[in-house]
């Protein structure tokens, strides 16, 4: 019998409206549905002001994120926060669902265990032991449904997590989305755009060079096809959360999809769960933090970015980013973006791939303000989004 757990993971992702119904039934407090854009124009967190937008491109939207504001851990004395996280997910939209249910949740109860053990606070360590975590809690779903659903074990998700607590930033990410902060330049008067993450895209040099190095008797762990670098010639991330069937040599078997399976078994993972994280301390130069799936940042450079926010109100900017994108990417097809609006899911992978992103302003006398309590939120985009017309 198949379990609910995995009937949950399954179900059908968000499906937007039909375009042209009334988006007002989406309501304010989950956001609202436009065709195949969601967003969420503003909204406050404990840290200032937030904007969110999603756009599908593919049969079934596989990105997913999530705003939660509030307790960072299951203590009600633990310190208060605002956690951001963007789920790209591949292969399918399982693993970007899973994580989207399952990671800030760890991130609070590990929070919470840490505090039992005097070490106090948010730490690189808490969000590492999150993302682990989250990552054998779904192979062993996958496991478990081995004879049932092989395929999820080629369902895999780049996991972008991005956390304001206590005056610190915290940036964790595993596979190629990207987190931007715009600074501002006192002395030049305007706002630089500065990337607080790091990717792990095989077309990055310093990428391939880690892989060779963790797998020096593989010559074959980064390949070359039809000009795109990728890991066993599969796939363009080194670091995920799922894709099982690179994981664990037992995977790489009947019943799963040839097309999948490597012709010889291996020993080590390929891929790797752990996140690179960085921490640092927010200075009011730090205006805001942009998040976002790799569908963005291959259509618009972090300055681009950067400028557009600077440049529009807070509300919606998300969506004038989103939108910006868009445009580029008509426009590197020679058509017009009213065009590119009436093509449907599906086909419109063609032209550009599902895109998150969130924008997240701070105020830095909020964020002064450590034990100050702020409002509650959760709000999730892309599947999942709660919501009659998210559904």
Excluded at 41 to 68: K, R, W, Y
Excluded at 92 to 99: C, D, H, K, M, T
Excluded at 245 to 271: H, T
Excluded at 348 to 372: E, K, Q, Y
Aim: with cysteine.
């Amino acid at each position: 019998m198949i379990s609910t757990t995995f009937m949950r993971i399954v179900a059908p992702c968000w499906k937007p409206s039909v375009e042209g119904e009334d988006s007002r039934k989406a309501g304010d407090a989950t956001g609202r549905a436009d065709g195949l854009l969601w967003y969420k124009d503003s909204g406050h967190h404990v840290n200032g002001e937030f904007s969110m937008a999603v756009v599908q491109a593919n049969n079934l939207l596989e990105d997913c994120s999530q705003l939660e504001s509030g307790p960072m851990s299951l203590l009600e004395s633990g310190p208060q926060g605002t956690f951001v996280g963007v789920y790209d997910g591949h292969g399918g939209p399982e693993a970007a669902r899973f994580v989207n249910e399952h990671l800030f949740q760890n991130i609070k109860t590990i929070h919470a265990a840490e505090f039992a053990t005097e070490t106090h606070g948010m730490s690189a360590d808490v969000i590492n032991k999150a993302f682990l975590a989250t990552e054998e809690a779904f192979l062993s779903l996958v496991q478990q449904q081995w004879q049932i659903k092989p395929q999820l074990a080629s369902v895999g998700a780049c996991c972008l997590v991005g956390i304001v607590c206590s005056g610190l930033l915290y940036i964790a990410n595993a596979g190629d989305s990207r987190a931007v902060l715009g600074r501002l330049d006192r002395a030049l008067k305007e706002v630089r755009a500065v990337q607080v993450s790091i990717e792990h895209n095989a077309s990055i040099e310093s990428v391939r060079e880690e892989l060779h190095s963790l797998h020096p008797d593989d010559p074959q762990i980064v390949v070359l096809k039809h000009k795109v670098w990728r890991v066993k010639g599969l796939i363009q991330v080194s670091r995920s959360i799922g894709d099982a069937y690179l994981k664990r040599s037992e995977f790489n078997r009947e019943p799963l999809l040839a097309k999948f399976r490597l012709p010889e078994p291996f020993d080590r993972p390929i891929l790797k769960a752990e996140p690179t994280i960085s921490v640092k301390k927010v200075h009011p130069e730090d205006q805001f933090l942009i998040l976002a799936s790799d569908g963005l940042w291959e259509h618009l450079t972090n300055q681009e970015a950067v400028d557009i926010v600077c440049n529009c109100s807070r509300n919606g900017v998300a969506r004038r980013v989103l939108k910006a994108a868009l445009r580029e990417a008509a426009k590197k097809r020679e058509m017009r973006y009213s065009d590119l609006k009436k093509i449907d899911r599906g086909v419109r992978r063609h032209f550009h791939d599902d895109i998150t992103v969130i924008v997240l302003f701070l105020d830095s006398h909020l964020i002064s303000r450590a034990s100050g309590r702020g409002p509650l939120l959760s709000i999730r985009g892309g599947c999942g989004v709660p919501g009659n017309a998210n559904r």
